[in-house]
């Protein structure tokens, strides 16, 4: 089946979208704004062209997307998307009413967010191309979904139903907080008298070797450092070096925290493994 895309949202995600599905060879009819900009292919009202498209997808933010799913129902309404077409939405989080009630009337409705940070849709087709999409809804929406990501080189993994909350927790844990450690990190070299360019820099640098080493295990099994050694009098100096540096003090002990169940998982010594966690927990009095 050839895939006809509609695209609502001119912004990052719907022009990352627009690019990365032309350059993958996927016919997109138009890409559609609310008012004139300088990427949109249309404005306004949804054009009669929209009913070329045998699905659209919806890239607006949560809080526009009700709207824009009454637009969208309004169009088919009359005619100007075709009827059986699966409309798609892009948030990670939303599950919209509006869409069910479109499903009930012959147009299946789903999820398609791309796991991929879109803060440059010039270079989000590569991004994507090996990435990930997490997809839910009907049938239909799902088989679409998996045709699409395939275009683009992406792959899929089904959000289990109701879990889309923790779904997106787990994103954003994986996809935010690693910039927000680097920041923290560098702050704190820069504190002590690094200079930034040096200090971001190395931050950069451990960070990469560290994803390195995902590629070659899973995160339990490759983690170092000295919460996984059971190294207490290393962890005792961190934490007396953090005093006054109340950020990076609570980042450093939260972190630990979660490094100690992992180096439960591994089967370290338990006797040093309590003699760390208690150390967190004293550092917090």
């Known amino acids: 089946m050839s895939e006809r895309v509609f695209i609502i949202g001119p912004g990052h995600v719907g022009r990352g979208l627009f690019r990365a599905f032309r350059a993958s060879g996927v016919e997109v ?4 704004g609310k008012r004139p900009s300088g990427v949109a292919t249309s404005v306004g009202n949804i054009p009669a062209d929209a009913a070329r498209a045998n699905v659209v997808i919806l890239c607006v933010r949560d809080p526009q997307l009700d709207d824009a799913i009454a637009e969208v129902s309004a169009a088919a309404a009359d005619g100007r998307i075709a009827r059986g077409a699966v409309v798609l939405h892009t948030s990670a989080i939303a599950e919209p009413a509006g869409l069910r009630a479109l499903s009930a009337t012959g ?22 191309r090996k990435g990930w999409i997490g997809i839910d ?5 799902k088989n679409a979904s998996r045709r699409l990501a395939g275009h683009l080189g992406a792959r899929t993994l089904e959000i ?25 990190a560098g702050h704190l070299l820069h504190d002590i008298g690094i200079p930034d360019a040096s200090a971001y820099q190395a931050v950069e640098s451990l960070m990469s ?14 983690l170092t450092g000295p919460v996984v050694r059971g190294d207490i009098e290393t962890v005792g100096k961190h934490l007396r070096a953090l005093q006054g540096h109340e950020g990076p003090l609570e980042v450093y002990r939260s972190l630990s925290a979660a490094a100690v169940e992992i180096a439960q998982r591994r089967g370290v010594d338990q006797k040093k493994l309590a003699a760390v966690a208690g150390l967190l927990r004293q550092s917090r009095s």
């Open 29 to 32: 009819v138009g890409l559609h």
């Open 107 to 128: 147009f299946p409705g789903g999820t398609f967010h791309p796991l991929v940070p879109f803060s440059d849709p010039e270079v989000s087709a590569e991004l994507l």
């Open 209 to 222: 070797g560290a994803l390195a080493n995902m590629k070659q295990g899973l995160p339990d099994d490759v």
């Open 137 to 141: 809804g009907e049938n239909a929406a």
């Open 160 to 184: 289990p139903p109701g879990k889309k909350p923790a779904y997106h927790a787990a994103a954003v844990i994986a996809s935010n907080f690693p910039v927000v450690l680097a920041s923290v």
